[in-house]
Every structure is written in C-alpha cells, then in structure tokens.
Nanobody
C-alpha cells in the first residue's frame, strides 16, 4: 500500500515557475512508476508527465514538453514536477499517481499516460496561473 500526498500548488502569474512535490509512504515506493495528471474545471483528467521506477525514462504531454521536468528521489520517497513558463491553461488540480506499469521490450513504460495503469492516487493540489 502506498499513500501519496501532493504539495506545492498555489496561485502564480503567467511565466512564473512552481515546483510540485509528491511525498509517498510505504517501503516499496522505489519500485513504483510515478506520474502527474491534472484536471481543469469542466474537463477530463489528462496526463502531464511520468517517470519509471528508477528514473531512467521520462514522458511528457506535448503541452508541457520543454517547460516541465519530472524527477524521482527514491532515497527520500518523493517525486517532483518542476513547472516553468506557466500558462493560464496549466490551471488545474494536479494529482500524483503511482503504479507498476507494463514495460516495453526496452524497459520503458508501455502506457505511461493511461490513468487506469496507476493503482494509487493522491488528493491533488491546486495550481492557478493568473494572466
């Protein structure tokens, strides 16, 4: 069992940066693949970024590629999302997720953007980008 708690959300302006953190409990944290999803008001939840258990593979939605950076610290049971050059369309509740995903032949994640692949979810943290 893994419990996830997000932090770091807040109100920022266009172009600002923000760093989200996901703290996990449980001895098996290091073995889990992790991801960030977000949900804006009136919209469906969407994939933001994912990282495999050891941090060797990272994945990003096209909308955040080049602006967001995901990282995982297995020693401290945390995962982070550094968000730069924030835009109003980044406004959403951001959720941390963990799971043991299917692998590709090369060792990467076969479906990092599929929410059903993740067994554990946090409660979310609000990010609001004001113009």
């Amino acid at each position: 069992q893994v419990q996830l708690v997000e932090s770091g959300g807040g109100l920022v302006h266009v172009g600002d940066s923000l760093r989200l953190s996901c703290a996990a409990s449980g001895r098996t944290f290091r073995s889990y693949d992790m991801a960030w999803f977000r949900q804006a008001p009136g919209k469906e939840r969407e994939f933001v970024s994912a990282i495999n258990w050891i941090g060797g593979y990272t994945y990003y939605a096209d909308s955040v590629k080049g602006r967001f950076v995901i990282s995982k610290d297995n020693a401290n049971n945390t995962m982070s999302l550094q968000m730069n050059s924030l835009k109003p369309e980044d406004t959403a509740v951001y959720y941390c997720a963990a799971g043991s995903l299917r692998r590709t032949v090369g060792g990467g994640l076969s479906s990092p953007g599929i929410g059903k692949e993740y067994a554990y979810w946090g409660q979310g943290t609000q990010v609001t980008v004001s113009s």
